[in-house]
Nanobody, 124 residues
């Protein structure tokens, strides 16, 4: 079992930046691939980014070039640096952990553990 706690959300103007953090409990953090998803009101939860155990990075086309995912295994933490934010980035952002490595990494079903989410609001 792993528990995930996100932080770093908030209100920012368009063009601004935020850095989200996700702290994980447990001693096996380095064995998980970690992902970020987001869910806007009235919409389904969608893939944002993923970082593998070997630090391979994956991004949704909508955030590529603006967002950067990273991890610090010594701190059991994954980060999402979000730059050039747009109003359409407004959503609740969720951290997720994948230890099974089955299914498409772009779908929520590939991830076993989820955080509670942190709100990101980008004003125009």
């Amino acid at each position: 079992q792993v528990q995930l706690v996100e932080s770093g959300g908030g209100l920012v103007q368009a063009g601004g930046s935020l850095r989200l953090s996700c702290a994980a409990s447990g001693r096996t953090f380095s064995s998980y691939a970690m992902g970020w998803f987001r869910q806007a009101p009235g919409k389904e939860r969608e893939f944002v980014s993923r970082i593998s155990r070997r630090n391979n990075e994956y991004y949704a086309d909508s955030v590529k070039g603006r967002f950067t995912i990273s991890r610090d295994n010594a701190k059991n933490t994954v980060y999402l640096q979000m730059n050039s934010l747009k109003p359409e980035d407004t959503a609740v952002y969720y951290c997720a952990a994948d230890s099974q490595f089955s299914g498409s990494i772009y779908y929520t079903t590939a991830y076993e553990y989820w955080g509670q989410g942190t709100q990101v609001t980008v004003s125009s």
